[in-house]
């Protein structure tokens, strides 16, 4: 065990947003990289959910045109390896997104494997893949990476169309942990 302790800032935003929204489940920090940043367990510790957490600052504010603004609450840049998408350990990936000028937080709660094809789906097999996660006001989330001018100003206005890049079934859908821990 290298530190005597760390958590990055996502892990931390998750872990209060549930100690705060779920009061029966308890939220572990693994001692090592395992692939997994946050375990949590019903308050008997008989049932279990895995999560790993990525993190993204808001790039509304300092790299959208004034155009997307108006219709979009938040904009997150994620760097992704699917092959660590198709072999995750974790029940469920949390991705966190934390408007620059907002206080609430927006979270893609989402399968690994339903991440790792939509990942592939829209951007091939690359090693690396650059995401763009982006919530609109109206609680819309897309998946925006490669999308061009016109079907960007769609999203902004709550018009654009694509069930591959649509991820509002996962937008601040704790479901799955509440039946993992049910």
């Not at 808001?58 to 092959?83: E, I, N, V, Y």
């Amino acid at each position: 065990m290298k530190p005597l302790f760390t958590i990055h800032a996502g892990e931390f935003l998750v872990a209060s947003y549930i100690e705060h929204h779920f009061k029966d489940y308890l939220v572990w920090l693994p001692s090592r990289d395992s692939g997994v940043d946050l375990l949590l367990t019903d308050k008997h510790c008989k049932k279990a959910a895995s999560i790993q957490v990525k993190f993204s600052r808001d790039f509304l504010s300092t790299h959208m045109a004034d155009a997307l603004r108006p219709g979009l609450k938040a904009c997150g840049w994620f760097t992704l390896k699917p092959q660590k998408l198709s072999h995750s350990t974790a029940n469920l990936w949390v991705f966190v997104l934390y408007p620059f000028n907002q206080k609430e937080l927006d979270f893609v709660i989402i399968p690994p494997s339903i991440a790792h094809d939509i990942v592939t789906s829209l951007h091939g097999r690359q090693k690396t893949v650059q995401s763009y996660i982006w919530v609109t006001k109206k609680k819309q989330c897309w998946e925006a990476r490669g999308l061009n001018r016109r079907d960007q100003l769609l999203i902004a206005n709550n018009s654009y169309k694509n069930p591959t890049r649509d991820l509002t079934p996962y937008l601040n859908n704790w479901s799955p942990i509440i039946a993992a821990l049910a």
